[in-house]
């Protein structure tokens, strides 16, 4: 399958950042969001995506929905970004022509993902990080050039990313990553700035 480009930079947000948070970000040049939301109801998450919609769309930048194959579907969002407990990719390309991303956790998963032909996977986490509950330990940044040399999609790296480790990720090889708390601690704004820099080298 033929390789997608993607934003080097996906900005993960909840529920709580639109549209503020958000707006900042897109103004700043982040051109890709995904929303992640875990335990606000469903009417809830569907009404901030929508609202994601309007400004993705007035900023010419991608959205993607994390988990909620169905939101990700009534809002009309670019993508859908699948765990591994979730709808099977399989599944999910019968009815969803969109991108559609795969969280993984080690090389079997990355690779399984690469088979079946989805558009990019998330691999991590690859620091630890505090965004998640039940976060996995951290697989480093030599099991992420691992990944990078295995498989043929993209590779979004993910977890505990911040400016003062991103420059061990590039190390890799990697170009993508997924960013949360390393945007929304301090001034967002400088942050993303910052970011974009550094892949602009």
Known sequence: ??????????????????????????????????????????????????????????YNALLTVNDYFDIAVASEADG???????????????????????STHNLEEAMEADRNSAHYIGFGPIFKTSTKKDALEPRGPSMLS?????????????????????????ECGCR??????????GNIEKNVEKFIKIFMK
């Not at 930079?9 to 939301?37: H, M, Y």
Request: with cysteine; proline share 4%; aromatic share 4%.
């Open 1 to 58: 399958m033929k390789k997608i480009n993607l934003p080097s930079i996906c900005f993960i947000l909840s529920c709580k950042d639109v549209p503020t948070n958000t707006e900042i970000a897109l103004k700043a040049g982040i051109k890709w969001l995904q929303i992640r939301e875990k335990d606000l109801p469903r009417k809830t998450i569907l009404y901030s995506t929508l609202k994601l919609r309007e400004l993705t769309l007035k």
């Open 80 to 102: 859908v970004h699948l765990g591994q407990e979730d709808l099977p990719l399989e599944v999910a390309k019968k009815f969803f022509h969109g991108i559609i991303g795969i």
């Open 146 to 170: 691992l990944i990078q040399r295995k498989v043929n999609i993209p590779v979004v790296a993910i977890g505990g990313i911040t400016l003062d480790n991103i420059e061990k990720v590039i």
């Open 176 to 185: 993508n990553i997924a960013v949360s708390s390393g945007i929304l601690t």
